[in-house]
């Protein structure tokens, strides 16, 4: 058993557990761009299955897996949910999360623990803004994928069109699986593949396997069992991408996409003995139960009233009760074990990305988007100033993006977003969940700073006793990218180890307000000198003057802001070709020389965030709906002087010495968290 773990009753579990012979479990993502089908999947999924006896319905607003009041009104989806069901003696556990760009940070979460994924596109509108960016990241995180290609009774599907667009973008490895009869017609369904379709099968299966190769090249006619087999290996190991296709809402080709979930995907590692590991990839509150970590189990077994070891907050946490979501409603499960999600209730304190028990088999996250809007959230109601404060608390735990700032002083409360749709919703959330009327201001781009040149930065904290901290850095810019670089020069001889492991861990706190009110970033910090004091130096002292010492240093080099860059693809008719480069250079962007093809151009470029936020809606206007735009995070750059946004220290700035050193001593409070 793991480290830290309590065991009861293991002996009595072990037996019945093996009795039952080996689980089989899939934890299986459905991903696309919003409104492609997913939620519609996952409702014929579950029906399937027999979990539910009624089919959720979007367009009613009774989809099941869309909770929320606001999910339910708007039809789209904001939190991941999880719901769990067995097909064919497999126990799938289902994530359908938020296809919407603003809600990337739900999916980024949920993409940790899967063991793979169902990506869902359209048959009219193919690959769109979020599906290429979704892709990346499964590739990246080397996740296997089936694609199922939706609504094949739509007017205008075609599929042979997406698959040949997917094959293109995607992957040249995309095997078609089914095919479509009635495209565009009510009665669209699916069929077994023509003869050309079946040779390409073949054809792309045989390439993966030698003995297959020599046979299918010596014109042998290869047995389904042998394809099946081939086909199942390769898309485990990420070498082909099964694609079927289907129409969700006439429950066309659902059951076909469900045995390939059998079929291709691998089973979850389920092995109880070893010790302990597990993530915490969502918080939840609810009414009766409150906090509630969604927790995705990699090896060995937890119990109710089990204690654990949280890796990342390195403390003991006592597991009070473990649920199951079935069909969004919790339930009583008793233990988790190795393979499976769960829910965890009695954890007050644990954070997303928590990791319990040993770290070794957990695989790392993956970064899909960073906010890159600061917007200022203000009650209606002035009454309202600190449950609205509270709310946002309990919404950043549960979306870490939200990256909340409650800065008492000014009366302000700051979140992060990914885009206007997000402000609407949280709007909806904390009327209905909290009661409390909000609004939200206008967003600002999150800019950042950096040195304008290299200098240096000193602080004596001696007076008044005990304390001793005497510090100085040199500080010069980086490269663009590079982050914050520490090193120190400084023997521990004048500085023991203990105060410099101060320093180091104090460095990025220090830089998450510079002197123009960003996070300060792309610099080099040396300390140069120094000394701690025998006597004197308490823990604490070498942090506050690192604080002082680093913001005097900025203010004697001087910062330049930086802005959040993005890299845009846009294709469109060429009709529209000049007016959509000439926008470009006005929003201060670059692109590579434009590609022409069969009337339509492709322009591949960057531009500043701060200038393009409004230019999906703009280029639509422009296009009728003809245009088509992805666009992705590509760092920051250098912002021309005179454009970007300075703000106000919030708080007590090191730069007012003596205020600041009151505050830190706790002579005064300020209720900032
Ligand atoms: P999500 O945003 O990806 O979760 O997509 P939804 O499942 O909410 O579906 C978006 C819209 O497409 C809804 O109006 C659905 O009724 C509709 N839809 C989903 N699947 C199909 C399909 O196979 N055919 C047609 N014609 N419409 C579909
Ligand atoms: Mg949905």
Known sequence: MGRGIGRKGGEEIRVRGLMQGKRRIRNLGILAHVDAGKTTVTEQMLYLSGSTRAVGNVDKGTSLSDTLDVEKKRGISVRASSL???????????????????????????????????????????????????WDALRAMGI??????????????????????????????????????????????????????????????????????????????????AIDAALAQATRECKVFPVLCGAAKNRAGVEALLDAII????????????????????????????????????????????????????????????????????????????????????LPDVQIGDILGDPEPVPGGYVLSEPLLSVQVRPLNDADHTALAKALQQLSSE?????????????????????????????????????????????????????????????????????????????????????????SEVNVDKIKLKFQNEIAASIADALKQGIKGWEVTDLKITL????????????????????????QGLTATDTILLEPFIAYRITGPEAIGGKVTSDIIEMRGTFEPAEMSEGQFVLQGRFPLATSMDYAIRLSGLAGGKAKMTLG???????????????????????????????MRGAITLATT
């Open 144 to 225: 296997p994928v089936v694609l199922f290609i939706n609504k094949i009774d739509r007017k205008g599907a075609d599929v042979a069109g997406v698959f040949a667009e997917m094959q293109r973008a995607f992957s040249p490895s995309m095997v078609l699986i089914n095919g479509a009869k009635n495209e565009g017609f009510d009665e669209a369904a699916i069929t077994e593949l023509s003869a050309v379709q079946s040779d390409a099968l073949h054809e792309k299966i045989a390439e993966q396997d030698d003995a297959l190769l020599e046979r299918y090249l010596e014109g042998e006619a290869l047995e389904s069992s």
């Open 263 to 346: 079929r291709y995907f691998p089973d979850a590692e389920t092995s109880i003995d070893k010790p302990v590991s597990g993530v915490v990839f969502r918080i939840d509150h609810d009414e009766r139960f409150g906090r509630i970590a969604g927790v995705r189990l990699y090896a060995g077994r937890l119990q109710t009233r089990d204690t654990v070891h949280n890796h990342t907050a390195d403390r003991e946490e006592k597991v009070a009760q473990i649920k199951r979501s079935a069909t969004n409603k919790y339930e009583d499960a008793g233990e988790l074990t190795a393979g499976d999600i769960g829910f965890l209730c009695g």
């Open 528 to 551: 140069v000198d120094g000394s701690d004091h025998v006597v004197h130096s308490r823990p604490g002292n070498f942090k506050l003057a690192t604080n002082i010492a680093l913001m």
């Open 633 to 663: 995070f590509d760092g920051y750059e250098e912002c021309p002087p005179g454009l970007g946004v300075e703000r106000e220290y919030k708080g007590i700035s090191p730069l007012d010495r003596s205020k600041y050193i009151l505050l």
């Open 399 to 487: 979306d870490p993006h939200l990256n909340f700032k409650w800065y008492s002083e000014e009366r302000e409360l700051h979140v992060k977003i990914m885009g206007a749709i997000q402000t609407e919703i949280l709007t909806a959330i904390l009327a209905t969940r909290f009661g409390i009327q909000a609004e939200f201001s206008d967003p600002t781009v999150v800019y950042r700073e950096t040195p304008a040149g290299a200098g240096y930065g000193a602080d004596s904290y001696t007076m008044p006793k005990p304390c001793w901290a005497i510090v100085k850095y040199l500080l010069e810019p980086g490269a663009r990218g590079s982050g914050i670089e520490y090193h």
């Open 84 to 134: 769990a069901f067995s097909w064919q003696d497999v126990q799938i556990n289902l994530i359908d999360t938020p296809g919407h760009v603003d809600f990337s940070a739900e999916v980024e979460r949920s993409l940790r623990v899967l063991d793979c994924a169902v990506l869902v596109l359209s048959a009219v509108e193919g690959i769109q803004a979020q599906s290429e960016p979704i």
